[in-house]
């Protein structure tokens, strides 16, 4: 009863560091996204995959990369952190068929602080 | 450009009375909404959707209206319980091969005892 699973939970990077945030999900779901919270925002799109093999830009792509490995795993690679990207990092999926109308699943999160 | 705005950052409401939270949205292509519920340190859940082609869907405590013509959704929670206290979020979805799922910036409820 896994559903969407975050790692790590919390992490601190220095400035200039890089690091991949992990994301899994055993509900055969087709599409996934990475958003990132901050105060006052909301939840932001980073990317998305419709499918394995796949990727889209969000609203706030800048700084980061992402890789669909396979159905089940989404990464989110910072490659060389800032500052501004300190935020609680979602991961989400969905099955989609063609049509909008399903609800997304999320992990709990990582809060990332770079310094 | 924020295509799901929430103008209320937050909102206080008495224990028992209806609390309201508003949504509007700016893309005509959106034809599917949702609400979501989000507790502190954890990943929000959903809570209740609509399809365009209703303009309210219910779920025990929770309805949800959709006013296509102004591109507006409220969620009604009545009667309000401490346990609603938490963030909201509104999302919106396009149809017909478009993955995307927008999301507002969230409305902070609280209950009051």
């Known amino acids: 009863n896994a559903g969407v699973t975050q790692t790590p939970k919390f992490q601190v990077l220095k400035t200039g560091q890089s690091m991949t945030l992990q994301c899994a999900q055993d509900m055969n779901h087709n599409s996934m996204y990475w958003y990132r919270q901050d105060p006052g925002m909301g939840l932001r799109l980073i990317y998305y995959s419709a499918s394995e093999g796949t990727t889209d830009k969000g609203e706030v792509p800048n700084g980061y990369n992402v890789s669909r490995l396979n159905k089940r795993e989404f990464s989110l690679r910072l490659e060389s952190a800032a500052p501004s990207q300190t935020s609680v990092y979602f991961c989400?999926?969905?099955?989609?068929?063609?049509?909008?109308?399903?609800?997304?699943?999320f992990g709990q999160g990582t809060r990332l602080t770079v310094v | 450009d924020q295509q799901v705005k929430q103008n209320s950052p937050s909102l206080s409401v008495q224990e028992g009375r209806i609390s309201i939270l508003n949504c509007d949205y700016t893309?005509?292509?959106?034809?599917?909404f949702l609400w979501y519920k989000k507790y502190p340190a954890e990943g929000p859940t959903f809570l209740i959707s609509?399809?365009?082609?209703?303009d309210k869907n219910e779920d025990g405590r929770f309805t949800v209206f959709l006013n296509k013509s102004a591109k507006h959704l409220s969620l009604h929670i009545v009667p309000s319980q401490p346990g609603d206290s938490a963030v909201y979020f509104c999302a919106a979805s396009e149809d017909f091969g478009n993955e995307k799922l927008t999301f507002g910036t969230g409305t902070r409820l609280t209950i009051i005892p």
């Open positions: 989400a999926s969905r099955h989609y068929a063609g049509t909008g109308n399903t609800e997304a699943f």
């Open positions: 609509i399809s365009s082609i209703k």
């Open positions: 893309n005509s292509m959106f034809d599917y």
